[in-house]
């Protein structure tokens, strides 16, 4: 989901996309909104994330979109923001195209490059993976974001 105009209930899909657990399975609604409850104490059903994605509801409390942002690991303004949008997908593809080719020392050097930086590193991964007859890195199984599983 590259780019920035997205609605809530896209950059809500884009990360339950692309953090994933530790065995590259994404979550489910039931398992986002049990894990808010159990580590921030907030309740949200899975019926409602259900809404949020779907496009259905699109102005959640300020509590639920902290709750998201820190389940996910980005910061609140992810969400509405078209800046912190492009950046934090820029980061996440990043991470993705990192681990699936296992070169951790890449995210070292690509620590503080701007956004746009960090948009031509992924659309370079992406064109090698292309070359070499590989999955796009939003596909795949991209990075994990949570280090609890």
Request: with cysteine.
């Amino acid at each position: 989901m590259p780019g920035g105009g997205h609605s809530f209930a896209d950059r809500l899909n884009y990360l339950f996309e692309v953090v994933t657990k530790s065995d590259c399975r994404r979550y489910s609604n039931e398992e986002v909104a049990a894990a808010i409850l159990q580590d921030q104490g907030v309740t949200i059903s899975a019926s409602y994330l259900w809404y949020l994605r779907t496009g259905q509801r699109d102005n959640p409390t300020v509590r639920h979109l902290h709750a998201l942002a820190s389940f996910f690991g980005v910061p609140p303004a992810y969400f509405v923001e078209d800046a912190a949008d492009k950046r934090v997908e820029a980061e996440l593809a990043v991470a993705a195209a990192i681990r699936d080719v296992g070169v951790r020392t890449v995210a070292l050097r690509a620590n503080g490059l701007s956004a746009k930086s960090l948009e031509t590193i992924r659309d370079v991964i992406e064109r090698v993976r292309q070359l070499e007859g590989l999955p796009p890195t939003g596909s795949s199984g991209p990075d994990n974001w949570r280090s609890d599983e």
